[in-house]
T-cell receptor
Framework: DAGITQSPRYKITETGRQVTLMCHQTWSHSYMFWYRQDLGHGLRLIYYSAAADITDKGEVPDGYVVSRSKTENFPLTLESATRSQTSVYFC??????????????FGNGTRLTVT | RKEVEQDPGPFNVPEGATVAFNCTYSNSASQSFFWYRQDCRKEPKLLMSVYSSGNEDGRFTAQLNRASQYISLLIRDSKLSDSATYLCVVNIGGGADGLTFGKGTHLIIQP
């Protein structure tokens, strides 16, 4: 089925470990996004990508790395996880990146706990 | 002033009633507006885009008031299944990184 999928759904890791969250979309959308959602903050943009090999920082990029070698995949890596990165992470994709009337479509999220 | 603001609620509304809530935004040049619905521990799902002339989708009506810089969502004949958090999304800056989410309005429909 077409859509956007994230893996894993749940992840527990230790402080200092590297962890990668995966995101895959089958719509061939140009834009892909990573958000984190925390109580009291709403959704905050970590990184986004307008096309393969083009990525840009969002509001809260520190401690995260992204890559986009293929249009359909947009992995997010926490290089050295910290407790403050405990959060729910949502990947999203969009035809035109939320410009015009092009909305975002979200994956079902990854709930990450850093101990 | 926060860029996108919503009343967090909760709004407790009896089933069958009409409920409306607003979302204010700070940048008068904002061009794209959306309402999303988010159920507990789930991903946000698009409810509707908001067009300049206003638009309706079944029991849901969205309006844009550019002069006062707010969008609104009206839900008629509310159902128990409408209980959720409603997120307002505004493209403040115009680019892909301009999408700004409100913190959401929590709606509880009571039987």
């Amino acid at each position: 089925d077409a859509g956007i999928t994230q893996s894993p759904r749940y992840k527990i890791t230790e402080t200092g470990r590297q962890v990668t969250l995966m995101c895959h979309q089958t719509w061939s959308h140009s834009y892909m996004f990573w958000y984190r959602q925390d109580l009291g903050h709403g959704l905050r943009l970590i990184y986004y990508s307008a096309a393969a090999d083009i990525t840009d920082k969002g509001e809260v990029p520190d401690g995260y790395v992204v890559s986009r070698s293929k249009t359909e995949n947009f992995p997010l890596t926490l290089e050295s996880a910290t407790r403050s990165q405990t959060s729910v992470y949502f990947c999203a994709s969009s035809d035109h990146g939320g410009q015009g009337n092009s909305p975002l479509h979200f994956g079902n999220g990854t709930r990450l706990t850093v101990t | 002033r926060k860029e996108v603001e919503q009343d967090p609620g909760p709004f407790n509304v009896p089933e069958g009633a009409t409920v409306a809530f607003n979302c204010t935004y700070s940048n008068s040049a904002s061009q794209s507006f959306f309402w999303y619905r988010q159920d507990c521990r789930k991903e946000p799902k698009l409810l509707m885009s908001v067009y300049s002339s206003g638009n309706e989708d079944g029991r849901f009506t969205a309006q844009l008031n550019r002069a006062s810089q707010y969008i609104s969502l009206l839900i008629r004949d509310s159902k128990l299944s409408d209980s959720a958090t409603y997120l307002c999304v505004v493209n403040i800056g115009g680019g892909a990184d301009g999408l700004t989410f409100g913190k959401g309005t929590h709606l509880i429909i009571q039987p």
